[in-house]
């Protein structure tokens, strides 16, 4: 049997920022998959920390990926919210990415899955920054809330890991800001069961 292939796109988070490169919750999410023999490649990773959704927008034009995809996941905004930037905004920059997304996975939205934004409010680099812990939470809540709208309207599969980052605040990577392996691998575990039902489910569109 071929292997089924993955996309990932997203920033920081997806290309793992300060973890090893198998640390990355992508790549654990599939070699998780096949420990339970499930044909699935590693992933093909389109992420860049610092990324916001219009330039993971840019990238993907510049990549010229073409469908189809068996598994594609989109995990982006947490740099929309970082530079200030209006939810509304991010709303309509968040559909269109989700939409090519889609079209990645021959227009399959039962095979794109969408993580929701870890909360980065908690940790010691917010802390130190001086920043308003409680209005980044409550940011990053609307953009979250914004992403899940977008993602059930167009019929992609939503799975909120902003708990795990906020009731697991000390696994983090050496820089005191992004996940460590250990946080991924919760994410992973979390995604798990979402992902299994997707590559089971038939491939028609």
Known sequence: MPLMTYLALGDSYTIGESVPAAGRWPVQLAAALRGEGVPLAEPVILATTGWTTDELSAAMDAAGFAPPWDLVSLLIGVNNQYRGRDVEAYRGEFRRLLQRAIALADARAGRVLVL????????PFARDSGRDIARIASELDAYNATARQETLQLGARWVDI????RTRPTLLADDGLHPSAAQYALWTEAALPAVRAMLAAAPAA
């Open 162 to 165: 902003a708990p795990i980052s």
């Open 116 to 123: 929701s934004i870890p909360d980065w409010g908690v940790t």
